[in-house]
């Protein structure tokens, strides 16, 4: 046996948490929980919200796609993932994404469970109905501070969401 103890949740299970770069993640398995294997968290996002250029030097970041559509940037190349989809981005890789629909969800695994401390920084819990705003600024710092995601550059879409 390894020691760790199983990780069981319901639907309604999970820390909900307002990410300051858009979005509210539900924790489904931390670090502490895999013993630094993975993260794994639920993404729910709206029409808008976009990344800048980034990567992740330690990370694998897997998004599959449980509803709503995204465009991903990797590395130069463009591609629709919408319900059912899924995309592996390796470590190192640069990449963005942009939410192409009204709402999406995505279920995001980081392997390994490295990085914990850059999203909860960047996050606090989330309230319904409160007035949750994007900080980009807070994003750029974390990032600076924790190392585990590096910022290129602005998103690079050609034409990027209004509003």
């Known amino acids: 046996m390894s020691g760790r103890e199983p990780i069981v949740r319901t639907a309604d299970d999970g820390d909900l948490r307002w990410?300051?770069?858009?979005?509210?993640h539900r924790w489904l398995a931390t670090a502490e929980e895999t013993d630094a294997g993975y993260?794994?968290?639920?993404?729910?996002l709206e029409r808008g919200k976009v990344t800048p250029l980034h990567l992740h030097p330690?990370?694998?970041e897997t998004f599959y796609m449980l509803e709503g559509e995204v465009l991903?940037?990797?590395?130069?190349?463009?591609?629709?993932?919408?319900?059912?989809?899924?995309?592996?981005?390796?470590?190192g890789l640069p990449h963005a994404f942009m939410v192409t629909s009204e709402t999406a969800k995505a279920l995001c695994l980081v392997t390994?469970?490295?990085?914990?401390?850059?999203?909860?920084?960047?996050?606090?819990?989330?309230?319904?109905?409160?007035?949750?705003?994007v900080d980009f600024r807070k994003i750029e710092q974390l990032a600076r501070e924790t190392g585990?995601?590096?910022?290129?550059?602005?998103?690079?879409?050609?034409?990027?969401?209004?509003?």
């Open 19 to 24: 990410f300051a770069g858009g979005g509210v």
């Open 39 to 44: 993260l794994m968290f639920e993404n729910r």
């Open 58 to 60: 330690e990370v694998d």
């Open 72 to 91: 991903l940037h990797l590395d130069g190349v463009e591609h629709r993932v919408g319900p059912g989809g899924m995309a592996m981005v390796p470590r």
């Open 112 to 133: 390994p469970g490295v990085g914990q401390e850059f999203f909860l920084g960047a996050s606090e819990p989330y309230v319904e109905g409160a007035d949750h705003k």
């Open 148 to 163: 585990t995601t590096v910022i290129l550059g602005p998103p690079p879409f050609a034409k990027l969401p209004v509003g």
